[in-house]
């Protein structure tokens, strides 16, 4: 069964320092998504990408965050320089034709910012 | 604005109980409605989904059916597992302004023996 996939499992920067966050999503599917999840807390919407460019982006996603698709399987997100506050999962998830429809998520990367 | 809200947990039953987690939104249109899982360590796994009123998704013997006039999707399953005990997420997709999945609180529960 197809399933998205997501490298690092863990990764430990140092606060100002850029990382990126890679994601292959499913093949076919033309519609990608970041989510994160602070530890105990809700999961929270961050940006969509459609298309290859960002469809909908939520106000924790400032111009620190960015996402890019260098080739055609996989979809990064970079913080440009991280904060202890980006201490988090970082979920990537994409989803098939319609927008709408049901998303399927990586395992995740836990970010641990020091 | 579209939101959700979760019923607040966290949630302990014993084998075999029944299980009820409410959920309720706030939309403007019409949104289709997913209930996801986190099993401990792991990510998120869609659990079920229902895309119109009344429609009822089922998975793995949990259920959960799309009430339009209530604009509610709760989930429940007749008799749970020990291996059942996870983080449960309601999650409306709102087709509005902000085009995204909307996760619930989560609900945190624990079958026991």
């Known amino acids: 069964e197809p399933e998205v996939t997501q490298t690092p499992s863990h990764q430990v920067t140092q606060m100002g320092q850029e990382v990126i966050l890679r994601c292959v999503p499913i093949s076919n599917h033309l519609y990608f998504y970041w989510y994160r999840q602070i530890l105990g807390q809700k999961v929270e919407f961050l940006v969509s990408?459609?298309?290859?460019?960002?469809?909908?982006k939520s106000e924790i996603f400032d111009d620190q965050f960015s996402v890019e698709r260098p080739d055609g399987s996989n979809f990064t997100l970079k913080i440009r320089s991280t904060k202890l506050e980006d201490s988090a999962m970082y979920f990537c998830?994409?989803?098939?034709?319609?927008?709408?429809?049901?998303?399927?998520f990586g395992p995740g990367t836990r970010l641990t910012v020091t | 604005g579209d939101s959700v809200t979760q019923m607040e947990g966290p949630v302990t039953l014993s084998e075999e109980a029944f299980l009820t987690i409410n959920c309720t939104y706030t939309a403007t249109g019409y949104p289709s409605l997913f209930w996801y899982v986190q099993y401990p360590g792991e990510g998120l796994q869609l659990l079920l989904k229902a895309t119109k009123a009344d429609d009822k998704g089922s998975n793995k013997g949990f259920e959960a059916t799309y009430r339009k006039e209530t604009t509610s999707f709760h989930l429940e399953k007749g008799s749970v597992q020990v291996s059942d005990s996870a983080v449960y997420f309601c999650?409306?997709?709102?087709?509005?302004?902000?085009?995204?999945?909307?996760f619930g609180s989560g609900t945190q529960l624990t079958v026991l023996p």
């Open positions: 998830a994409s989803s098939g034709v319609r927008g709408g429809a049901e998303q399927y």
């Open positions: 999650a409306p997709y709102f087709s509005g302004s902000a085009r995204q999945l909307t």
């Open positions: 990408f459609y298309n290859n460019e960002i469809s909908e």
